[in-house]
């Protein structure tokens, strides 16, 4: 007959999260590759401690860097349309468009265009946080957001 295992406590040293206090704790991040060590230390229901330690080796992958350039078509004349072409690192196969006005975020591609004119139907000015988030096949993933402004 086991105990119950009443606390379990996981220790990554150079991973995010660095702790845990879940039995399955799920992903672990590292910044770069190399050799870690992974710590279960367990308490059971009467108070014993133990503790078990494990070497983990991570293989990185380089993290992306999100780029991009905004500017106005020349085809419209209200000015409220833009372009956005990225810039990115080339190994992006993923690219997630916001241009902070509320639209849908269903705009994918290297290259897209943005009609700003619902959002700003007077022709006064107007400003909007746009965002392009960039992922590898490995999942890794970055972030850039840039201001665009009419």
Known sequence: MGLAICSP??????????TSSSQQPGEICYNAPGNFEATLTVTTEHGCIAQLEKPVYVTG???????????????????????????SSPDVVRW?????DGS?????????????????PDNIYYS???????TT????????RKPAKL
């Open 9 to 18: 406590a996981w220790t990554f040293p150079g991973g995010l999260p660095s």
């Open 61 to 87: 992958y380089p993290k992306p860097q999100a780029d991009f350039t905004l500017s106005t078509s020349t085809v419209e004349s209200a000015g409220a349309v833009f372009v956005f072409n990225d810039h």
């Open 96 to 100: 997630s468009w916001d241009f902070g």
């Open 104 to 120: 849908p975020q269903d705009h994918s591609g290297p290259r897209v265009t943005h009609d700003y004119s619902p959002a700003a």
């Open 128 to 134: 909007f946080e746009s965002q392009l988030v960039v």
């Open 137 to 144: 096949r490995y999942g890794c993933m970055d972030t850039l």
